[in-house]
T-cell receptor, first 112, second 113 residues
Framework: AQSVTQLDSQVPVFEEAPVELRCNYS??????LFWYVQYPNQGLQLLLK??????LVKGINGFEAEFNKSQTSFHLRKPSVHISDTAEYFC??????????FGTGTSLTVIP | DAGVTQSPTHLIKTRGQHVTLRCSPI?????VSWYQQVLGQGPQFIFQ???????GRGNFPDRFSARQFPNYSSELNVNALLLGDSALYLC????????????FGPGTRLLVL
C-alpha cells in the first residue's frame, strides 16, 4: 500500500524568502513522484515530476524538488517566493502511473 | 491543444437525486481517472478507465459508477446522493507509454442540499 504525508498543513513565508514544503511517502514498490499546485476554485496543475534519473527535478515557476530514496522523501523548494505562489500544494505518488495517492496538502501563504 | 474539459462547472442537487458528470480527455490520451476532493482534503481516487475498460477502483460505494466512450470521454454517475457527496470532482487524463503524468481538468463542484 502507498501513503503520502505532507508534514505541514500551513506554511506562511515572507515574499522573496525561501520555502520548503515537505513530503514523505510510504510504498513497498518503486513509485513515480509528483507535486501539483491548486489555486482557489481551480483544478490541479502539475509543478514537477520524478520518474527516474537525476534525483533533483526542476519544475515550472522556479520550483524544484529532490528525491531521497533512503528517506522516502520528495521535498519541494523555491529559493525566493512571490505573492502569486500563494496556493495549495499537493504531493502525490503513483506506483504505475495508474492510481495516484495524494497527500492532504500544504497551504502556502506568501506575506508581503 | 485543448486540455481536459469537464461539465458542468457547478451543480446543485438534493439528497436522493442522481447526478452525471462529464469529462473529455486531452486529445490522444486514452485513459481517464476520476477523483473526489472534499473541501480541505487531497483528491481521493474513485475510478480509472483505459480503452473503455475499468482499470482501477477506489474505496467508494456502489452508488458511484463510471464509463468511458469510444471517443475516450467519460461519465461519472452518482446515485442516491448524500450530503457527504458534496465535493469537487476532478477528472484527469493520462498518456500511458509517455510521461505517465495525469493532467487535471478544472473540476465540477457538486453541492448536495
Amino acid at each position: 500500500a502507498q501513503s503520502v504525508t505532507q508534514l505541514d498543513s500551513q506554511v506562511p513565508v515572507f515574499e522573496e524568502a525561501p520555502v520548503e514544503l515537505r513530503c514523505n511517502y510510504s510504498s513497498s514498490v518503486s513509485v513515480y513522484l509528483f507535486w501539483y499546485v491548486q489555486y482557489p476554485n481551480q483544478g490541479l496543475q502539475l509543478l514537477l515530476k520524478y520518474l527516474s534519473g537525476s534525483t533533483l527535478v526542476k519544475g515550472i515557476n522556479g520550483f524544484e524538488a529532490e528525491f531521497n530514496k533512503s528517506q522516502t522523501s520528495f521535498h519541494l523548494r523555491k529559493p525566493s517566493v512571490h505573492i502569486s505562489d500563494t496556493a495549495e500544494y499537493f504531493c502525490a505518488v503513483s506506483p504505475t502511473g495508474n492510481q495516484f495517492y495524494f497527500g492532504t496538502g500544504t497551504s502556502l501563504t506568501v506575506i508581503p | 491543444d485543448a486540455g481536459v474539459t469537464q461539465s458542468p462547472t457547478h451543480l446543485i442537487k438534493t439528497r436522493g437525486q442522481h447526478v452525471t458528470l462529464r469529462c473529455s480527455p486531452i486529445s490522444g490520451h486514452k485513459s481517464v481517472s476520476w477523483y473526489q476532493q472534499v473541501l480541505g482534503q487531497g483528491p481521493q481516487f474513485i475510478f480509472q478507465y483505459y480503452e473503455k475498460e475499468e482499470r482501477g477502483r477506489g474505496n467508494f460505494p456502489d452508488r458511484f459508477s463510471a464509463r468511458q466512450f469510444p471517443n475516450y470521454s467519460s461519465e461519472l454517475n452518482v446515485n442516491a446522493l448524500l450530503l457527504g457527496d458534496s465535493a469537487l470532482y476532478l477528472c484527469a487524463s493520462i498518456h500511458f507509454g509517455g510521461t505517465e503524468t495525469q493532467y487535471f481538468g478544472p473540476g465540477t463542484r457538486l453541492l448536495v442540499l
